[in-house]
Nanobody
């Protein structure tokens, strides 16, 4: 079992920055992919960024490329999402997720259907960007 706890959300003006953190607890050695997802009111969940734990290869949604950076600190069992140049359309609840499915890359993890609830999920942290 793995537990994920997000932190770092908040309110910021457009153009500002925030860093989200996701601390992982439990048996984390079986995880291949971790990532960040978001869901705005009335919209489907979408993948934001993912990372392959073994190689640090990263994957991003087109809407955040060049603005967001996903990273991990293995020593702290923590996943990060550095968000720069934030836009009002980035406003959403952000969720950290992890998956134990064997994989050689994590683009599938980022692209999986919004209805998929497999793997482990955090409770979410709210990000609000005002114009």
């Amino acid at each position: 079992q793995v537990q994920l706890v997000e932190s770092g959300g908040g309110s910021v003006q457009a153009g500002g920055s925030l860093t989200l953190s996701c601390a992982a607890f439990g048996y984390t050695y079986s995880i291949y992919c971790m990532g960040w997802f978001r869901q705005a009111p009335g919209k489907e969940r979408e993948g934001v960024a993912s990372i392959y734990i073994g190689t640090n290869n990263t994957y991003y949604a087109d809407s955040v490329k060049g603005r967001f950076t996903i990273s991990q600190d293995n020593a702290k069992n923590t996943l990060y999402l550095q968000m720069n140049s934030l836009k009002p359309e980035d406003t959403a609840m952000y969720y950290c997720a992890a998956d134990e499915s064997f994989a050689l890359q994590c683009n599938w993890f980022l692209q999986r259907p919004s209805s998929s609830a497999s793997g482990y999920w955090g409770q979410g942290t709210q990000v609000t960007v005002s114009s």
